[in-house]
């Protein structure tokens, strides 16, 4: 019913940056928050920002001053502009966001596939 399609993942060096989007398509009624969240290997899933319907952004301490999350409504699209990367930002990062779908009165969380990130000089 619902795609998230990211892209914008790859190498980078530490002190480099990246920017990754992610387009929402499908039988869509309306998106709510969006975001991202990144998952190093062998630890757990975690929140790196969101940016809510009216466009409020929050983003993990690790990150604040260095990612910047931004949305297009129009297009159903969230970016994640990564600046100053260090080795720590190392993960693979999935796209989220909550839908309502078409013909359907509830909300539901859907995910991308995920994208790569390394950060290594």
């Known amino acids: 019913q619902v795609q998230l399609v990211e892209s914008g993942g790859g190498l980078a060096q530490p002190g480099g940056s990246l920017r990754l989007s992610c387009v929402v398509s499908?039988?869509?009624?309306?998106?709510?928050?969006m975001g991202w969240y990144r998952q190093a290997p062998g630890k757990q899933r975690e929140l790196v920002a969101t940016?809510?319907?009216?466009?409020?952004?929050r983003l993990t301490d690790s990150v604040k001053g260095r990612f910047t999350i931004n949305r297009d409504s129009a297009q159903n699209t969230v970016t994640l502009q990564m600046d100053s990367l260090k080795p720590e930002d190392t993960a693979v990062y999935y796209c989220?966001?909550?839908?309502?779908?078409?013909?359907?009165?509830?909300?539901?969380?859907?995910w991308g596939q995920g994208t790569q990130v390394t950060v290594s000089s």
């Open positions: 940016v809510s319907d009216d466009r409020a952004t």
């Open positions: 989220n966001a909550r839908i309502r779908v078409l013909f359907y009165t509830t909300t539901a969380d859907y």
């Open positions: 499908g039988r869509i009624f309306r998106v709510f928050d």
